[in-house]
T-cell receptor, first 114, second 115 residues
């Protein structure tokens, strides 16, 4: 039973346009969410995060939106650049839980075409 | 080193053999995690260590999998009697404190191929 779902395995966007990556979760106890970016043959690297007390967090070209009632978050990249081409993982955390680990989605492969 | 270091980067083994994967976390990081990523799948949590506390082994898929963390630093993930379904990228990560706002820093992983 997947607690964090990324239903789009891939996304192709033109350079300069907006990329929107979506993530849904089922566990209402999750209170912190993160996006990681992964290039081939490298480990994932942290990109941006958001606490459940917020509905938006922005860092340069990257913005994460959280809709708690819908248990949905999205990552917006604008403008998209070819170097953004990578696999993006959504992850969620329950601080109050007994585990400190992140629950990851399956990832969305973003391709930004020049 | 500056980042999380994993060795070997690639490991090819025969079915039934044991393998050991090593992880050197970032110095000073008290939390250490093992994940694996099978082909077409997301990151699957395996085990995590936090300081001197008992490790959380809830993600280990079978008793063929075990992990140790010696001296609160280096960790070894051991897979006994490997099976073809164990083929995956095994990723280690560390963070300054577990369960806080601290993000995970991942190594580049060990690509395990079981023939």
């Amino acid at each position: 039973d997947q607690q964090v779902k990324q239903n789009s395995p891939s996304l192709s966007v033109q350079e300069g346009r907006i990329s929107i990556l979506n993530c849904d979760y089922t566990n209402s106890m999750f209170d912190y969410f993160l996006w990681y970016k992964k290039y081939p043959a490298e480990g994932p690297t942290f990109l941006i995060s958001i606490s459940s007390i917020k509905d938006k967090n922005e860092d340069g070209r990257f913005t994460v939106f959280l809709n708690k009632s819908a248990k949905h978050l999205s990552l917006h990249i604008v403008p998209s650049q070819p170097g953004d081409s990578a696999v993006y993982f959504c992850a969620a955390l329950n601080y109050g839980g007994s585990q400190g680990n992140l629950i990851f989605g399956k990832g969305t492969k973003l391709s930004v075409k020049p | 080193g500056a980042g999380v270091s994993q060795s070997p980067s690639n490991k090819v083994t025969e079915k039934g053999k044991d393998v050991e994967l090593r992880c050197d976390p970032i110095s000073g990081h008290t939390a250490l995690y093992w994940y694996r990523q099978s082909l077409g799948q997301g990151l699957e949590f395996l085990i995590y260590f936090q300081g001197n506390s008992a490790p959380d082994k809830s993600g280990l898929p079978s008793d063929r999998f075990s992990a140790e963390r010696t001296g609160g630093s280096v960790s070894t993930l051991t897979i006994q009697r490997t099976q073809q379904e164990d083929s995956a990228v095994y990723l280690c990560a560390s963070s300054l404190v577990s369960g806080s706002n601290e993000k995970l820093f991942f190594g580049s992983g060990t690509q395990l191929s079981v023939l």
